[in-house]
């Protein structure tokens, strides 16, 4: 009987998608500092949507692009002229089960991050209910900032 239960639960049961990141301002680069975890099969989904062949990120070629051109229309910071910056790609550190994605916003002529709010759409188009949730850290401040489809940007400061 209890097989038949978890037989059954696992044919209705709906996987989580989210993905978390940190983000901390260092005063020294005068820059936000990005750490982004999402699942690898989510991202390969993602990168793979619209292209002939299926992305892997291990093995295909072109991938940082990939993700580059991604991060640029989905995760971004407004600074309060409303001009838009696309994220610095870094690096990244593809696991098994989850990668992370490493790169940064500079922040130009004396702007401060709390003046300035943060996009985080990552997978809203591919996956229904997809949840991001960014911890932001600033000196001894911290705020945890959640992005849902209703939801998909928040400012920085307090």
Known sequence: ?????????????HPVH??????????KTKS?????????????????RGRMKAVDLKRSSG????????????????LPDKRIL??????KDV???NTWLYFEFPLQGGQL???CSISNTVCFNEFKGQRNVIEFREGTSRKILS????????????
């Open 113 to 115: 991050p709390g003046n």
């Open 18 to 27: 989210a993905t978390f990141s940190e983000a901390v301002w260092n005063p």
């Open 32 to 48: 936000i500092e990005v750490a982004l975890r999402i699942r690898s099969v989510d991202l390969e989904k993602t990168l793979s």
């Open 95 to 97: 696991g098994l089960i």
């Open 63 to 78: 991938v940082d692009t990939l993700i580059r051109a991604y991060l640029g229309k989905t995760f971004t910071l407004t």
């Open 86 to 91: 696309k994220p610095k790609w870094s690096d």
């Open 147 to 158: 992005f849902t489809g209703e939801k998909r940007t928040h400012a920085l400061g307090r």
């Open 1 to 13: 009987m209890a097989g038949l239960l978890a037989t059954a639960f696992a044919t209705h049961a």
